[in-house]
C-alpha cells in the first residue's frame, strides 16, 4: 500500500526539503522503516539506538497516535494518511 | 543576519509577566527577506509541563500543529520558540529536545520592560547548539520614517 507521510517544517531539512514523501508499506512500522532507509538522517535524528522513536516525535495516523492503536489497527489501508508532529520541551537541566 | 523586532520583545515582556513563577514559552513567527531571517511576532502557548511549571516548559502536538497553521494562515513562517529562563543559555534538556532548523529564543526580564535574550540554532548533525547574532529593529520608527519621507 503507498501511503503519504507529512513532515513538520524542521524534519524537511533532513529529508531534502520534502514536507510529504510516499511510500510503500502494510503497516505504520514498515512504513516509518521504509521512510528510515530512504532519509539516514532523518532516521538518525528521530530513531533511538533501541530502534524506537524518540519520545518527543509523535506519529499520527488519520490523526490518532499510533502509540495508542493496536496493532490490527496499524494496517496502512487506501488515502490513508501519516503526519509527523513533534512535542516541544525544553528547561533547566 | 537575524532581525528581531521590538515589538515581539514587548509581547515577551508581557508574557513573562503575565506569570512570574512559571516558564513562558510560545511561537516564533517570522519570514526570510533573502537577506535577513526577520523575527516579527510571536504566539504565546501555554506551558504543558503541569508538573514542573517553574523549570521546564512542554508544547504539545496539538499546540505545535496549531501554531504552524496559525503561521501560514498571516502568511509568516514558524521559526522556532522562545521560553523564559534564569540563565539564558541552552543547557543539556534543552539540546536534548532541540529540533534542526528552528531558532530557540531564551529571555528573562530586568525590571518590567527589560528583555534579555539570546538566540541559537540546533545542529543536529554536530549536536550542539549555534549562538545566533541579532539585531533588534522598530517597525513603528520604518513605519514613521516612511510617512515622513
Not at chain 2, 127 to 142: I, K, T
Request: charged fraction near 25%; charge should be negative; aromatic fraction near 12%.
Amino acid at each position: 500500500m503507498r501511503v503519504k507521510v507529512f513532515l513538520p517544517l524542521p524534519l524537511r531539512t533532513l529529508a531534502n526539503g520534502k514536507k510529504v514523501i510516499e511510500l510503500e508499506g502494510e503497516t505504520v512500522g514498515e512504513v516509518i522503516n521504509n521512510l528510515f532507509e530512504k532519509y539516514y538522517r532523518l532516521g538518525k535524528f528521530i530513531g533511538t539506538d533501541g530502534g524506537r522513536i524518540k519520545s518527543t516525535i509523535n506519529i499520527y495516523l488519520n490523526g490518532k497516535d499510533v502509540r495508542f492503536l493496536r496493532d490490527e489497527e496499524k494496517i496502512i489501508g487506501i488515502e490513508d494518511q501519516l503526519k509527523i508532529i513533534p512535542t516541544i520541551a525544553g528547561g533547566r537541566d | 543576519m537575524i532581525k528581531v523586532n521590538s515589538t515581539l520583545l514587548n509581547s515577551l515582556a508581557e508574557h513573562f509577566h503575565s506569570k512570574e513563577n512559571e516558564i513562558v514559552c510560545g511561537a516564533i513567527l517570522g519570514f526570510n527577506s533573502g537577506s535577513d531571517l526577520i523575527l516579527d511576532s510571536v504566539i504565546n502557548l501555554e506551558n504543558e509541563n503541569y508538573e514542573l511549571r517553574n523549570s521546564r516548559y512542554l508544547i504539545s502536538p496539538a499546540q505545535y500543529e496549531s501554531a504552524e497553521n496559525s503561521a501560514a494562515e498571516k502568511g509568516l513562517n514558524l521559526l522556532g520558540f522562545y521560553h523564559s529562563s534564569g540563565i539564558i543559555e541552552p543547557g543539556e534538556y534543552d539540546k536534548k529536545h532541540a529540533l534542526p532548523e528552528f531558532v530557540y529564543l531564551l529571555f528573562n526580564c530586568s525590571g518590567r520592560h527589560k528583555v534579555n535574550f539570546t538566540l541559537w540554532k540546533f545542529n543536529s548533525d554536530k549536536d550542539f547548539f549555534e549562538f545566533l547574532d541579532a539585531e533588534v529593529f522598530n517597525e513603528v520608527f520604518y513605519n514613521q520614517a516612511a510617512v515622513a519621507v
